[in-house]
């Protein structure tokens, strides 16, 4: 079935460890994004990218990375500088110009925390 | 900056009870999405609205848009307790050169539908 992977489901990240997220589709679809969201919180933008190899910054990017080196792999990392990382990381991935579609799948999400 | 703003966050009904979920926001879009959420799990999309004056119907729940006022209902009737959920409107947004497009979410609102 065609779908949105994000991998682990579960993460635990030391003090000043980097730890990598990972989100792979087979939908076939260009955009991809990531979000992070706190509890009684909506979903903040982190970054996205509209095409391989291009991203940009959504808006907490920072402490956050991406690479976009295959249409269906977006990997997210969390680098040492992001101080609080601990939420919960939404993938999702969208047809750009398909109006009458939902926008943006998700993926079932990782949950972060710091140990 | 597009600022999503959705009222009420917490709202606790009886079933069988009727309500409407209010989400206004700050700058011109045409096109709004309705999302549901599960405790721990990722999001559903549920409606996409994508003119003036749009009107989508789902089982107990009806979503419409009015672009001028930059204002999305969700209404609910005669509620049922499998709706216990949040609920996120996300607004359509696309950068000035028309190459960017995302979503701003507002902060959501937490159902309780008790018997």
């Known amino acids: 079935d065609g779908g949105i992977t994000q991998s682990p489901k579960y993460l635990f990240r030391k003090e000043g460890q980097n730890v990598t997220l990972s989100c792979e589709q087979n939908?076939?679809?260009?955009?991809m994004y990531w979000y992070r969201q706190d509890p009684g919180q909506g979903l903040r933008l982190i970054y996205y990218?509209?095409?391989?190899?291009?991203?940009q910054k959504g808006d907490i990017a920072e402490g956050y990375s991406v690479s976009r080196e295959k249409k269906e792999s977006f990997p997210l990392t969390v680098t040492s500088a992001q101080k609080n990382p601990t939420a919960f990381y939404l993938c999702?991935?969208?047809?750009?110009?398909?109006?009458?579609?939902?926008?943006?799948?998700f993926g079932a999400g990782t949950r972060l925390s710091v140990l | 900056e597009l600022k999503v703003e959705q009222n009420p966050l917490f709202l606790s009904m009886q079933e069988g009870k009727n309500y409407t979920i209010y989400c206004n926001y700050s700058?011109?879009?045409?096109?709004l999405y309705w999302y549901r959420q599960d405790p721990g799990k990722s999001l559903e999309s549920l409606f996409v609205?994508?003119?003036?004056?749009a009107v989508k119907q789902e089982g107990r729940l009806m979503a419409s848009l009015d672009t001028k006022a930059r204002l999305s209902t969700l209404h609910i009737t005669a509620a049922v307790h499998d709706l216990s959920a949040t609920y996120f409107c996300?607004?359509?947004?696309?950068?000035?050169?028309?190459?960017?497009?995302?979503?701003?979410f507002g902060k959501g609102t937490l159902l309780t539908v008790n018997p």
């Open positions: 999702a991935s969208s047809i750009p110009q398909r109006a009458n579609r939902p926008l943006q799948y």
């Open positions: 939908l076939n679809h260009d955009a």
């Open positions: 990218s509209q095409i391989v190899n291009d991203f």
């Open positions: 700058t011109t879009s045409d096109r």
């Open positions: 609205l994508l003119s003036n004056g």
């Open positions: 996300a607004v359509y947004r696309q950068n000035s050169g028309g190459s960017n497009y995302k979503l701003t």
